[in-house]
């Protein structure tokens, strides 16, 4: 299955295009990065000015149909989720990210894909064990922070992130996808974005 419980995320570059405006106030957004709001009404990630991303990210707005994407950005090293555990949950790809969809009241497990984002159909309640393991990311947002994960061999490495970067490492494979599990071209991108995700600082960067 496709992103039914996930995103409806477009693959953007890193700029906004020419004349794009901010789907909840108009204001233009200029050629430079802007921020993301998630619809849980329509499950889709809506481009935004920073006035109006603030305004739902702030944590005293009432919860509503909008919520704005963080910026965090944390390393989880010690994240437990060993070689054994990885296989019983029969995820296809060495990647996959996940996040708690406030909607079904549960968490969501994507991998990527030709397609996109593809969602693993866990049985009940697995990634939930998963996650009473790892008490470092129980501070994790609903909707709209993700753990990005990639294994290597006999170790998983983990990534807190805002959601709409899990979408950008999706719409970065697409593309070049091959074969199986993606071939030379998709290591090369996942090895770079990666790469770039261990240099970040902890903690909040720009928007994206």
């Known amino acids: 299955m496709t992103t039914g419980h996930g995103l409806r995320r477009f693959r953007e570059p890193a700029g906004s295009p020419s ?16 921020g993301h709001v998630v619809d849980l009404d329509d499950r889709g990630l809506l481009c935004v000015c920073p006035a109006c991303r603030t305004l739902h990210t702030h944590s005293g707005v009432p919860a509503g149909r909008y919520l704005g994407v963080p910026d965090r950005y944390r390393h989880v090293r010690d994240f437990v989720l060993g070689p054994m555990q990885w296989e019983a949950l029969q995820l296809p790809v060495g990647v996959v990210f996940s996040f708690r969809n406030s909607r079904l009241g549960r968490y969501v497990v994507f991998y990527p894909s030709p ?4 969602e693993s159909l866990l049985p009940d309640a697995a990634w939930e064990r998963v996650m009473a393991v790892n008490p470092a ?15 290597h061999g006999e170790r998983v490495e983990c990534h807190l ?19 199986f599990d993606g071939g030379d071209r998709v290591r090369g991108e996942l090895d770079a974005f990666f790469a770039a995700l261990r240099a970040r600082p902890a903690g909040c960067g720009g928007q994206g």
């Not at 397609?115 to 593809?118: D, I, K, L, Y």
């Not at 990311?137 to 994960?149: F, K, N, R, T, Y």
């Open 137 to 151: 990311v129980s501070d994790l947002a609903d909707d709209v922070e993700g753990l990005l994960l990639r294994r």
């Open 161 to 179: 992130v805002p959601i709409d970067t899990c979408y950008d490492l999706v719409g970065r494979m697409r593309p070049y996808w091959q074969g």
């Open 115 to 118: 397609g996109g984002a593809t």
């Open 19 to 34: 004349g794009a405006r901010c789907v909840l106030c108009s204001a233009a957004l200029g050629t430079g990065p802007h």
